[in-house]
């Protein structure tokens, strides 16, 4: 059960009303955009307190300063069970614990030990190695892409099955089990999908998963999975993180992709900066995960009472991290509206900070620094074939993007 805070008065921001809510809307127009009232809140201090959907009084962080410092603190919990739903308009009251291998929701010493053994399956140095193989994926696809031409969904054509593939290889997935995965993967994250299909898709790549272990475990290869197999993890451990992973290692960079492209389609001088100039790529992606901070907003528990920001807050409240105010923050990137692919965004948050960073960004990172820039150069003429008004986007859900981003291009 949840801690709750005795009722207390320290510092400014507990005499005024707390805010009536998370701002969710983004201004009209403006697909790129944080909802406007979290740079007002920024300005006014940045910690305030915020009124919870189920009624219960914490915080909301949206300047970079302080979003780092919480992300870092390990005073705050991460376990989905001590926290509160920030978001309106949903039926969630209270957050049942992590599943399994979810590492994004759990603290140590457990996080700790599944972190130690996935740490060094994801080094710079080897997912650098795996760029060859991310090349010839995105070069197939883009080849697939001029036949099915010149108009596709860029989502189900390109952003969608690199990652998907991508991750299948890195845990070991038969090729003969890909296609199956990919079609559950996207049914999950489909704007179209029901909950019963959805759940029933969630259930199927479950049991794809836990065959794989049972299959490792028989005669393993080289993969990932296959290396855990050697770790004291249980089976149901095993196929707990091997969901996780296909998980993470999907759902995020597809819309890093299919949003990154809407974003540069709508600047058209960093798209022509990014076609003309291969050495931008390392500049422009991480320029693309500020601006665009598609894992815009997590949630922190207190476990003790923490004075942050000169403001107390208190064991049990719960504190809403805004990764999308945080990363426009003027205080640390000038100009923080503007989408410029030769700015040093170094420092970034997209990918989180401390303990809880993610695990997958350097494999994240090869495959936009890949993605993009063939992507653009293949199709130099590439452009949205509805207006950008009529992109459907995923709002009101964790990862921004876009569910569908038809495009096309001038044919021979």
């Known amino acids: 059960m949840r801690h709750e805070p005795s009722s207390h008065t320290s510092g400014s921001a507990h005499e005024a009303a707390p805010l009536a809510g998370l701002p969710t809307q983004r201004p009209t127009g403006c697909p790129f955009s944080p909802p406007s009232e979290l740079a007002e809140m920024r300005e006014q201090g940045g910690l305030v307190r915020m009124r919870y959907p189920d009624g219960h009084i914490g915080w909301l962080a949206t300047s970079y300063a302080v979003v780092r410092s919480l992300a870092a603190d390990s005073r705050f919990s991460s376990r989905y069970e001590l926290m509160h739903y920030p978001f309106p308009g949903g039926d969630i009251t209270e957050m049942p614990p992590a599943q399994v291998g979810d590492l994004t929701g759990i603290d140590q010493p457990e996080h700790t030990r599944y972190r130690r053994l996935l740490a060094g399956k994801f080094t710079v140095r080897r997912m650098r190695e795996l760029t060859a193989r991310v090349e010839q994926i995105t070069a197939e696809h883009l080849d697939a892409m001029e036949r099915r031409g010149p108009s596709v969904d860029l989502v189900e054509a390109y952003a969608h099955p690199i990652p998907a ?12 089990d890909r296609e199956v995965f990919q079609r559950h993967a996207a049914t999950l994250s489909g704007v179209d999908a029901t909950r019963e299909e959805q759940f029933a898709a969630y259930t199927a790549l479950q049991e794809v998963v836990q065959t794989l272990v049972l299959a490792k475990r028989a005669r393993p290869t080289d993969d990932l999975l296959s290396d855990l197999t050697t770790s004291d993890l249980t089976d149901v451990e095993l196929a707990g993180v091997g969901s996780f992973l ?12 299919g949003l990154g492209t809407f974003a540069l389609l709508s600047n058209p001088a960093q798209a022509a900066a990014l076609r003309g100039e291969p050495d931008l790529a390392d500049l422009a992606v991480e320029e693309l995960l500020r601006y665009l901070s598609i894992a815009h907003t997590g949630v922190r528990a207190a476990l003790e009472d923490v004075e942050i920001d000169g403001q107390l807050i208190k064991a049990g409240e719960s504190v809403t991290i805004s990764v999308q105010a945080a990363n426009r923050d003027p205080a640390r990137f000038a100009d923080p509206d503007t989408l410029d692919l030769r700015r040093k965004a170094t420092g970034h948050l997209a990918f989180g900070h401390g303990v809880h960073q993610c695990l997958g960004q350097q494999l994240a990172r090869v495959e936009m ?25 995923r709002v009101g859900m964790d990862v921004y993007g876009v569910h ?9």
Not at 369 to 393: D, G, I, N, Q, Y
């Open 369 to 393: 620094r890949v993605a993009l820039p063939a992507l653009f150069t293949r199709f130099p003429t590439l452009r949205l074939a509805v207006p950008p008004e009529e992109v459907p986007l």
């Open 404 to 412: 569908r981003l038809p495009v096309t291009w001038d044919g021979e």
């Open 165 to 176: 593939l991508m991750i299948c290889e890195l845990l070991g997935v038969p090729e003969a």
């Open 246 to 257: 296909l998980a993470a290692g999907l759902d995020t960079t597809a819309n890093m992709i």
